[in-house]
């Protein structure tokens, strides 16, 4: 029997012109702070941290979240400005509005209930959510250079997340795996 897992997280992608513009950040980083990690997976928030999941499984994993992703509605998210995890991350912030915090409160309690998945550090801290654009990689010293040239620096996007996306790790990078779209509008 083949027990293989693979490692995957659940997250809201904004839409491409904003990815785009990540991804130029992302670039610069590396580009002159000698910061590359970020670049190993798409513009994201992260709603469900990365867990282990049986490759021969993952249609499970799918369905459930399809499920979860039906009875959710497409929410406004606000991102604004910059912000950092000092002495390492430094990333896009995202508003803490009531509708993100709701869902993402709602998607650890389902997926630990429906599928066993538990985020330990998840339950010991609020959810801080946003977009990293610089971290791990980004050594202290790059960091205090960086900082000050982003700390001031503008920009406000909104856009409105209309589905989930399940991400998997192939060894080097993550990969959108699937989508999952949320409730259509009614009415």
Avoid: C
Avoid at 82 to 87: I, K, R, Y
Avoid at 169 to 183: M, P, Q, T, V
Wanted: hydrophobic share 40%.
């Amino acid at each position: 029997m083949n027990s293989s897992k693979s490692r995957f997280f659940i997250a809201l992608l904004p839409p491409q012109d904003i990815q785009d513009y990540a991804n130029q950040i992302k670039q610069y980083f590396a580009e002159n702070y000698a910061s590359q990690h970020a670049q190993k997976s798409p513009p994201h928030i992260t709603l469900q941290p990365p867990f282990e999941w049986a490759d021969s499984d993952v249609s499970k994993l799918e369905a459930s979240i399809r499920e979860f992703a039906s009875q959710k509605q497409p929410l406004p998210i606000t991102l604004s400005g910059f912000a950092a995890f000092a002495p390492r991350v430094i990333y896009i912030d995202v508003v803490r509005s009531q509708e993100l915090l709701s869902l993402q409160g709602d998607l650890m309690v389902y997926v630990e209930a429906s599928l066993g998945i538990v985020d330990k550090v998840g339950k010991t801290r609020p959810f801080a959510p946003h977009m990293t654009v610089a971290f791990r990689d980004l050594t202290r010293q790059n960091f205090k250079a960086a900082w000050p040239e982003f700390e001031q620096r503008q920009l406000h996007f909104e856009f409105t997340a209309d589905k989930l996306t399940l991400l998997i790790h192939d060894g080097r990078r993550w990969n959108i795996k699937s989508e999952f779209a949320f409730l259509a509008g009614v009415g």
